[in-house]
């Protein structure tokens, strides 16, 4: 049973961002991971296998953004919003219940604190975005036209 200290409450349009650096950085990390031959299988054209479906784009120079001010924020806020979007498992509540216990476990904090620290890392990472202070600024570089 959860109680009002489980739920997390934060803004929708900064949940909605921080899902997709969430899911920008899972992206991230399996592109960059060593992979077997056996991952890297690709069935013959007559087999059918059912396949998961395909994430949804992901707009990967805003997820950069959040990412280098993710990174100014202070360690206990970074580390769970980074279990809390990226790291978190998605299959059951037994494993989500486990991820929060040792993650709060190795912050030094209170179970009950999870939903807590998680909103204050949301609404200072936020702060940050929309501050002039903002640490990244990305520039399209035009070229000359070619001729």
């Not at 924020?73 to 979007?85: F, S, V």
């Not at 904090?109 to 990305?138: K, T």
Request: aromatic share 10%.
């Amino acid at each position: 049973m959860r109680d009002d200290a489980d739920v997390v409450r934060v803004e929708d349009a900064l949940d909605a961002r921080l899902k997709e650096w969430g899911r920008w950085a899972r992206q991230r990390a399996w592109l960059s991971s060593c992979r077997s031959i056996e991952g890297r299988y690709r069935p013959e054209a007559g087999e059918v296998w059912d396949r998961d479906p395909k994430p949804l784009p992901v707009d990967a120079l805003e997820a950069w953004r959040v990412e280098v001010n993710w990174r100014y924020l202070p360690w206990r806020e970074r580390m769970m919003l980074r279990a809390y979007y990226v790291t978190a498992p998605r299959s059951s509540v037994p494993a989500w219940e486990r991820h929060k216990r040792d993650t709060c476990r190795r912050l030094g904090l209170h179970r009950n604190e999870w939903a807590y620290m998680v909103q204050r890392g949301a609404v200072m990472l936020d702060s940050i975005l929309q501050s002039d202070y903002c640490r990244v600024s990305i520039r399209v570089k035009q070229f000359p036209p070619h001729g």
